[in-house]
C-alpha cells in the first residue's frame, strides 16, 4: 500500500505570494491533518479534514485554509506569505473515523520564504 | 483539553547508555498513546503504541508502559545506538503532540 505523499517537496517563494500545498493519504483513509514544523515551535496543528469537512482546526491567522477533495486528497494553502512562515508542512492521514488514532505522516513540504 | 508534556531536549548520550524520555498527559476518558519518532530530513513514523492501562508498546528494542494512575508514558531504551539519534514525540489520540525530544547519540 502506498503511503502518504505530498507535493512539492521543496519550495521557494517570496514575501506577499500565496502557495499551494497538496497531500494524499494511504487508500482508504478518509482524515488528513496537517501540522507546520519549526525548530523554535516544534510541530504545530494546523487542521483536519474528515470526509471534506473541517473537522478540527489549530491557532492560526486566516491566511491557513485548505480543503479536502471526495478521493480524501488535501490541499493546503497560505495567502500573503510572511517570513515566518518558512518551515516544514506535514501532512498525516488516519483511518479512524471519530478521532485520528495511529497517524501516518508524509515526508513533508519545506517551505522556504524569501 | 487534552494535552501531552515530554521531557525537553536536546539529549546527548553515548553509544549503548540507557535512554528515558519522559511523557505525562491530561486526557479525558481513555486514549491510546503514541511515540513517533523522525529521523533527520523525514517525517515522523510511529515508533509505537498502547490503547489501554497497562499495556506495553515496544519495537526496536525501545518500550513504553501505559500508566493510568500516574497518566505517564514514558519511552525507555535499554541500549542505545548511533542509528537511534533522532526527535520523538510522545501524542495521544487525536490531535496532541508533544513539542518533541531531540536525542543524539555519539559513538
Known amino acids: 500500500k502506498a503511503g502518504v505523499t505530498q507535493t512539492p517537496r521543496y519550495l521557494i517563494k517570496t514575501r506577499g505570494q500565496q502557495v499551494t500545498l497538496s497531500c494524499s493519504p494511504i487508500?482508504?483513509?478518509?482524515?488528513v491533518s496537517w501540522y507546520q514544523q519549526t525548530p523554535g515551535q516544534g510541530l504545530q496543528f494546523l487542521f483536519e479534514y474528515f470526509s471534506e469537512t473541517q473537522r478540527n482546526k489549530g491557532n492560526f491567522p486566516g491566511r491557513f485554509s485548505g480543503r479536502q477533495f471526495s478521493n480524501s486528497r488535501s490541499e493546503m494553502n497560505v495567502s500573503t506569505l510572511e517570513l515566518g512562515d518558512s518551515a516544514l508542512y506535514l501532512c498525516?492521514?488516519?483511518?479512524?473515523?471519530?478521532?485520528?488514532?495511529?497517524?501516518?505522516f508524509g515526508p513533508g513540504t519545506r517551505l522556504t520564504v524569501l | 483539553g487534552d494535552s501531552v508534556t515530554q521531557m525537553e531536549g536536546p539529549v546527548t548520550l553515548s553509544e549503548e547508555a540507557f535512554l528515558t524520555i519522559n511523557c505525562t498527559y491530561t486526557?479525558?476518558?481513555?486514549?491510546?498513546l503514541f511515540w513517533y519518532v523522525q529521523y533527520p530530513g523525514e517525517g515522523l513514523q510511529l515508533l509505537l503504541k498502547?490503547?489501554?492501562?497497562?499495556d506495553k508498546g515496544s519495537n526496536k528494542g525501545f518500550e513504553a508502559t501505559y500508566r493510568k494512575e500516574t497518566t505517564s508514558f514514558h519511552l525507555e531504551k535499554g541500549s542505545v545506538q548511533v542509528s537511534d539519534s533522532a526527535v520523538y514525540f510522545c501524542?495521544?489520540?487525536?490531535?496532541?503532540f508533544g513539542a518533541g525530544t531531540t536525542v543524539t547519540v555519539r559513538a
Open positions: 501524542a495521544l489520540t487525536g490531535l496532541s
Open positions: 486526557a479525558t476518558g481513555y486514549p491510546s
Open positions: 498525516a492521514s488516519s483511518l479512524a473515523a471519530v478521532k485520528p488514532d495511529t497517524q501516518y
Open positions: 487508500s482508504g483513509h478518509r482524515s
Open positions: 498502547a490503547t489501554k492501562a497497562d
